[in-house]
Nanobody
Framework: QVQLVESGGGVAQPGGSLRLSCSAS????????IGWFRQGPGPGKERQGV??????????YYLTAVQGRFTVSRDNGKNTVYLQMNSLKPEDTAVYFC???????????????????WGQGTQVTVSS
């Protein structure tokens, strides 16, 4: 069974850090580019691409709003992709999802539809 599982969410203070993990079962993560998306609270919120790491050469791509604060990395030996989030802001509050795609797709409407597999999400709350 193909499955992605996110973990590592929680509550952090503004300026704090969290590290999210995306683990795979039923397939090999390094066969895919892995993207991190988030969906904020409230009705009608779209899923927003945050970061992506490519399968071919581990190139990384980021939403401008998180550039310099978030880092995506992969450990193929553990079949896991990480999202290190530093200098967190209240506007980073969201449910974070990881998805698997043939290549990175980020930064345009409908990019999330390029991803074939998704996890169930992990809640990140940034609040004092």
């Amino acid at each position: 069974q193909v499955q992605l599982v996110e973990s590592g969410g929680g509550v952090a203070q503004p300026g704090g850090s969290l590290r999210l993990s995306c683990s795979a079962s039923g397939f090999t993560l390094d066969d895919y580019s892995i993207g991190w998306f988030r969906q904020g609270p409230g009705p009608g919120k779209e899923r927003q691409g945050v970061a992506c790491i490519s399968r071919s050469d581990a190139s990384t791509y980021y939403l401008t709003a998180v550039q310099g604060r978030f880092t995506v990395s992969r450990d193929n030996g553990k079949n896991t992709v990480y999202l290190q989030m530093n200098s967190l802001k209240p506007e980073d509050t969201a449910v974070y999802f990881c998805g698997a795609a043939p290549q990175c797709a980020l930064g345009y409407p409908g990019a999330e539809y390029e991803y074939k597999h998704w996890g169930q999400g992990t809640q990140v709350t940034v609040s004092s």
